[in-house]
């Protein structure tokens, strides 16, 4: 094996172990020597390798990422119509959220200027790449939503259509982000009984309303979702970081 390959294998053990301290811990509860303890390595190896804890953090949440990117891959290549995989999409975001709130925490944390002044300037480059790579793979899947399931005027011109596009597409990861970052922080719990189902009845009446303000004219549309539910439970199933158990009571929210 060369030096490079034995580098590139003990900077992925380290951010594995570090995924898992700060899953357990949280961001602010690690610190750089609980990684050396972790990774069984010494401090000088581990500074070798990553500046900061910041830029481990940038490590994690593009480990995170890749493996994301994999599985909306993967619904994007499977043989459902659009709005399916965009709705499959959106409930495989809100699942890693409703069981994995950590990762939504180091994914966000990863997005914060402050983090970024003391990481890598390479590994926000690596990370700002796969999410425009996940906005390149979702904007193809919106423009086919746009042409086959939502109501929009068949007189729209190709550059309108392709704004209008443009525009879902960044709403629709806004309302992701959004939905998700009040779930993860406790603030949609503030109002009573949050159990699963009524989270899910809040993701899933927020998101109709969305896509019918896009035009969407689906009669049942809960129905859409829970098969969709099926599908983004099934990309999930066996993964090594996103794994998640069945809901009981989401029969309960359609």
Same mark, same amino acid.
Request: hydrophobic share 40%.
């Given at each position: 094996m060369s030096r490079q390959q034995k580098r590139a294998e003990r900077e992925q053990l380290i951010i594995e172990k570090a995924l898992a301290l700060f899953v357990d811990k949280g961001f602010l509860g690690v610190r750089m020597s609980d990684v050396a303890k972790a990774s069984g390595l010494a401090m000088g190896t581990i500074y070798s390798h990553f500046a900061a804890k910041e830029d481990v953090l940038?490590? $994690?949440? +593009?480990? %995170? +990422?890749?493996?994301?990117?994999?599985?909306?891959?993967?619904?994007?290549?499977?043989?459902?119509? !659009? /709005?399916? &995989?965009?709705?499959? =999409?959106?409930?495989? @975001?809100?699942? /890693?959220? *409703?069981?994995? !709130? *950590?990762f939504v925490e180091i994914q966000n944390l990863s997005l914060m200027p402050s983090v970024w002044?003391?990481? @890598? !300037?390479? &590994? /926000? *480059?690596?990370? @700002?790449? %796969?999410?425009?790579?996940?906005? +390149?793979?979702? *904007?193809?899947?919106v423009m086919e939503m746009l042409n086959s399931d939502l109501n929009i005027p068949l007189d729209m011109d190709a550059a309108a259509r392709e704004e209008l596009g443009m525009l879902l597409n960044h709403g629709m990861? =806004?309302? $992701?982000?959004? %939905? @998700?970052? +009040?779930?993860?922080?406790?603030?949609?719990?503030?109002?009573?009984?949050?159990?699963?189902? $009524?989270?899910?009845?809040h993701f899933t009446t927020n998101v109709i309303h969305f896509l019918k303000g896009y035009g969407w004219q689906e009669a049942e549309p809960q129905a859409v979702f829970a098969a969709c539910r099926e599908q983004a439970q099934a990309c999930l199933d066996g993964h090594v970081w996103f794994a998640c158990p069945v809901a009981k009571d989401a029969a309960d929210a359609a």
């Open positions: 940038m490590g $994690c949440a +593009t480990l %995170l +990422t890749r493996e994301e990117k994999a599985i909306y891959h993967s619904i994007i290549a499977s043989d459902i119509s !659009p /709005i399916q &995989r965009i709705v499959t =999409g959106f409930t495989v @975001n809100w699942l /890693i959220a *409703q069981y994995h !709130p *950590q002044s003391r990481a @890598n !300037p390479q &590994r /926000i *480059q690596q990370l @700002n790449s %796969l999410h425009g790579d996940f906005f +390149t793979m979702a *904007q193809a899947v990861w =806004g309302l $992701c982000v959004g %939905l @998700n970052s +009040t779930a993860q922080s406790g603030i949609a719990r503030a109002g009573g009984d949050q159990h699963e189902a $009524c989270s899910y009845l």
